[in-house]
Antibody
Framework: EVQLVESGGGLVQPGTSLRLSCAAS????????MHWVRQVPGKGLEWVSG????????AYADSVKGRFTISRDKAKKSLYLQMNSLKTEDTALYYC??????????????WGQGVLVTVSS | QSVLTQPPSASGTPGQRVTISCSGS????????VCWFQQLPGTAPRLLIY???ERPSGVPDRFSASKSGTSGSLAISGLRSEDEADYFC???????????FGGGTRLTVL
């Protein structure tokens, strides 16, 4: 069974940093692209970033480009999102998700339960 | 403002067939596959449809979808109370090089 468990969320002040982690299990981590998608509770989905199976291809939403960095660790079977210069509008539930294939444009398949990030002074 | 356009709400009675539309452009739906997600209250999204009309294992065949040009459509037949949820469409946008989603459609089973 595919399991994606996010961690690292919390309440932080604007301008500070936070690092989200996602521990993957139940599948061969190297065989799939991975994503971060966020959702303000009660609102729609916003794709944040995606990374290919081999980390060669990485893409970001314009709203986070230059501030957020996605990465993955093959040995630890983990996905990360380094979030710098956080803004109040980054407040959301952040989901870790697995693609259905090796490339970022392939459909987003399995999702974690999400981790809440609140940016407020 | 979402890149893909969905109606904010839809409704039907048990047993009915309902459809939800998703409108995009040549750079996303027109040049890529459409996928659909179901989000039950308080839970994470679940992939319902990928590659326009394919169902992952475990998704009932009551759920079907199609794509024509720059629009996609999700159909739910034999509506059940447990289908009450938010439904989102998504597609890769070639011009923007990112995933785009619809704003979501809240389905109410009357």
């Amino acid at each position: 069974e595919v399991q994606l468990v996010e961690s690292g969320g919390g309440l932080v002040q604007p301008g500070t940093s936070l690092r989200l982690s996602c521990a993957a299990s139940g599948f061969t981590f190297d065989d799939y692209a991975m994503h971060w998608v966020r959702q303000v509770p009660g609102k729609g989905l916003e794709w944040v970033s995606g990374i290919s199976w081999n980390s060669v291809y990485i893409a970001y939403a314009d709203s986070v480009k230059g501030r957020f960095t996605i990465s993955r660790d093959k040995a630890k079977k983990s996905l990360y999102l380094q979030m710098n210069s956080l803004k109040t509008e980054d407040t959301a539930l952040y989901y870790c998700a697995r693609g259905i294939g090796v490339v970022v444009p392939a459909a987003i398949g399995s999702w974690g339960q999400g981790v809440l990030v609140t940016v407020s002074s | 403002q979402s890149v893909l356009t969905q109606p904010p709400s839809a409704s039907g009675t048990p047993g009915q067939r309902v459809t939800i539309s998703c409108s995009g452009s040549n750079s996303n739906i027109g040049n890529s596959f459409v996928c659909w997600f179901q989000q039950l209250p308080g839970t994470a999204p679940r992939l319902l449809i990928y590659r326009n009309n394919e169902r992952p294992s475990g998704v009932p065949d009551r759920f079907s979808a199609s794509k024509s040009g720059t629009s996609g459509s999700l159909a739910i037949s034999g509506l059940r109370s447990e289908d009450e949820a938010d439904y989102f469409c998504g597609a890769w946008d070639d011009s923007l090089s990112l995933w785009v989603f619809g704003g979501g459609t809240r389905l109410t089973v009357l």
